[in-house]
């Protein structure tokens, strides 16, 4: 059993070995990883908005209960975004290429800059409401996919299906850590802010979590570089018309 005060930093260093596995084994999986998971590393800088409300672990130096900030939640940040961005093309050995200009510049796609914002307009809208803060987090999660499927018809099955692959990859997770650490849950989630609804031992808002940020994430890349997957590229080109 591993020493409570490091469980945090356990879970996060191991998402990371599995990040860095993934990493070094798929090459053509490197550039989105170590893209997506800087870009969203910064967000482990939210934990006070959830130290003590929604949880409060121990952590190294017990940095979040002393500050609210910890290094754990950089690390699980950087590691379950790159993770997360690449299941579905694991799962489904597909590529992605780039949109054409003409593409680009579709009727759907006038609110390109602001969908890709539109978790990070949700959440301050609706936090101040007297609710648990992940509750904003997952309705701003879950707006931001909506608004993506908007913009981008063409990623809703990876949005989805990524999703999905996401709330298994982490709901697996989450029972390891039950297992490695019987009682953790119960210590350091704020169950009784919660609804108090559990799935085999794990809070539902975890999981809600955990789908809507795999639903987003798992077209995030794509969404921001202008990419669709190869066979959907060349649906689109076979089908526009001839220049004469």
């Known amino acids: 059993m591993i020493p409570r005060h490091y469980v945090w930093l356990a879970w996060s260093v191991v998402l990371l070995v599995l990040w860095a596995i993934i990493f070094v084994c798929v090459q053509s ?3 989105k990883m170590w893209k997506i998971s800087l870009l969203t590393m910064p967000f482990g800088l939210t934990e006070p908005l959830f130290v003590p409300r929604y ?27 790159g993770i997360c961005a690449v299941l579905y093309d694991l799962a489904s050995r597909r590529s992605s290429v780039r949109l054409g200009e003409s593409q680009r510049h579709s009727r759907s796609h006038q609110l390109h800059v602001l ?6 307009i949700i959440f301050p809208a ?16 879950l707006g931001g996919a909506f608004a993506t499927s908007l913009c ?36 350091v989630w704020n169950l009784r802010a919660l609804s108090g609804i559990n799935v085999v031992g794990m809070p539902i808002e975890e999981l809600l979590f955990a789908i809507a940020f795999g639903v987003y994430w798992a077209g995030l890349y794509e969404h921001l570089t202008w ?11 076979a089908s526009a018309p001839a220049k004469t």
């Not at 969908?115 to 990070?120: G, T, V």
């Not at 850590?177 to 009682?183: K, N």
Request: aromatic share 14%; with cysteine.
């Open 29 to 31: 999986a490197r550039e």
């Open 55 to 81: 949880w409060d672990p121990p952590s190294l130096f017990d940095l979040a209960r002393r500050t609210g900030f910890d290094i754990e939640s950089l690390i699980f940040c950087f590691a379950l975004a």
């Open 115 to 120: 969908a890709l914002a539109s978790p990070l």
């Open 126 to 141: 609706i936090a101040w409401l007297p609710w648990n803060p992940i509750y904003p987090a997952i309705v701003a999660t």
């Open 152 to 187: 981008r018809p063409d990623l809703k099955a990876r949005m989805w299906i990524g999703g999905v692959l996401f709330l298994a990859f982490y709901a697996i997770s989450l029972q390891l850590l039950r297992a490695f650490s019987p009682g953790y849950i119960e210590s």
């Open 227 to 237: 990419r669709a997957e190869a066979s959907m590229h060349i649906e689109r080109a």
